[in-house]
């Protein structure tokens, strides 16, 4: 009932009226308008975006760079020094860092641990213990990646708790129309109805009192169909929240615009409702509110493994093959720890560790905390599910057997009319039987229009309203 279909929006804001008819709205093209044009869909979009050019901007942190140095004193006639010196610096994924360069050093008091004249490097710093297995710049960019699923299924959740809202202002703008078509229909029985009373007095037929009878009826539907006009307007104002065009400009539904009504000729005892089991299985595994709870315990995870790493005490090796002048190809043709080299490496750790169990003992608990939490949510909309569904079946039925009593209602009306027409009955009593049925049929719409609304609920519950 609600896969998406193509968007109306060109027929529902056409500024063309159609004379002698009025325009209709659906249930799915009030939905499919709000999904592509509401400001709120539009802010989760945006949001999602948001997190696209955020984990851009974390895989900016293995992006090559490109640095020169270039810096000269000369004084009172020396050139004291004279450096040049252009470098490639590539991160890579696993921790490991390349650079390359070329240097050219000239000056009477050059640094003591600078080469003089040129020379070339090519060079990895490689992180042996901390940091090996992950790191800040990994982590960043796996968070990111993860950020992006995450507002994912946030755009979802929004669009579900959105279209929710929509298709419950429909259904009560649905409900609020078919009572204004009952109370208009009776309003006009008791227009013809008094009139008739009238000249049947004015004829000598019927009592005065019989008009007064007609008179006090006809003034009681004028002003329920007043107040049935008034919840109508209200109700079309209410849905117009959820009517945005597509230049981000709200649009006021016309009065001219009515609910479709093709839902009404739908026989409810032979609807096919969804099966409570599969529903349960659609939620559980596909509900945004749980996907997201999925996410971030990923994220956790990857929190944990890079706390993790600050229990290990670092030691980064760092090794560049050295050449005389800009030539590179000698480089590789002698051992790494013979000639032409530069080497080091750093080792350190705290004593004691205090910070480092801190935090992980922290990323231990929030991953607890998110899978408490998780569990919750699951029996909650687990529920929630059943509470819909058991409403389902419960309006159903309820519908079926107002459907009846509409019948024996409307039996009982004609048959006191019929015997009112004869001098068997008065016309209080028709009145009587006349109220009851309107209470009975507008009791059949809030129930009907509560089921459909109820299955949309059922959708909504299982977080399947996208």
């Known amino acids: 009932m609600l896969n998406r279909l193509p968007i109306f929006f060109v027929f529902l804001f056409s500024s063309v009226q159609l004379s002698g008819q009025n325009k209709t709205l659906s249930l799915e093209q009030l939905l499919d308008i709000t999904r592509a044009y509401h400001p709120i869909a539009q ?18 942190s293995f992006d090559p760079a490109f640095y020169v ?34 240097e050219n050093n000239l000056g009477e008091r050059l640094e003591p641990i600078t080469t003089f004249g040129k020379s070339s490097y090519l060079g990895v710093s490689v992180p042996l213990l901390k940091g090996a297995l992950m790191d800040k710049r990994r982590n960043a960019v796996l968070q990111a990646k993860l950020l992006v699923k995450m507002t994912s299924q946030d755009q979802l959740l929004t669009y579900n708790n959105l279209l929710y ?39 000598g037929e019927r009592a005065a009192i019989d008009t007064t009878e007609a008179l006090s009826q006809l003034q009681f539907m004028e002003a329920a ?123 350190g750790m705290p004593l004691f560790l205090r ?22 949510t699951k029996w909650m909309i687990s529920n929630k599910v059943r509470s819909y569904f058991a409403e389902i079946h419960a309006l159903k039925n ?11 209602q409307k039996a009982l009306l004609q048959a006191e009319q019929s015997k009112f027409e004869i001098g068997e009955s008065s016309l209080f009593l028709v009145n009587s039987r006349e109220n009851k049925l309107l209470e009975t049929e507008q009791k059949l719409v809030e129930l009907k229009t509560k089921f459909f609304k109820s299955l949309v609920a059922l959708q909504w519950s299982a977080g399947a309203l996208k």
């Open 398 to 408: 309820q519908s079926l057997l107002f459907q009846k009593n509409v019948m024996n």
């Open 43 to 60: 802010q989760a979009k945006l949001s999602v975006d948001m997190a696209d050019a955020n984990l851009q901007s974390a895989r900016g």
């Open 355 to 376: 910070e480092a169990r801190g935090e992980y003992s922290k990323a231990l608990l929030k991953i607890k905390d998110n899978a408490y939490e998780m569990q919750d």
């Open 69 to 102: 140095r270039n810096e000269q004193k000369t004084f009172d006639g020396k050139n004291y020094y004279s450096y040049a010196n252009p470098e490639l610096k590539i991160p890579t994924w696993y921790g490991i860092d390349v650079k390359a360069g070329f």
């Open 165 to 203: 809202e929509a298709a419950e202002s429909y259904w009560t703008w649905v409900s609020s129309f078919q009572k204004l078509q009952i109370l208009s229909n009776t309003l006009k029985i008791n227009q013809e109805r008094f009139q008739l009373v009238k000249n049947a007095f004015i004829h």
């Open 225 to 347: 169909q007043s107040q049935a006009w008034l919840d109508f307007q209200k109700q079309r104002f209410e849905l117009s929240n959820f009517l945005w065009k597509d230049d981000q400009q709200p649009y006021e539904l016309d009065e001219a615009v009515v609910p479709d009504s093709s839902w009404n000729k739908v026989d409810i005892n032979q609807y096919p409702l969804p099966s409570l089991d599969i529903t349960l299985a659609t939620a559980m595994k596909a509900h945004p509110k749980l996907n997201v709870f999925n996410i971030k315990q990923d994220a956790l995870v990857l929190e944990k493994k890079l706390k993790m790493q600050s229990l290990l005490p670092t030691f980064d090796v760092n090794y560049n093959f050295l050449s005389k002048g800009y030539a590179s190809s000698g480089m590789f043709k002698q051992p790494l720890f013979q000639n032409n080299y530069k080497y080091g490496f750093q080792i």
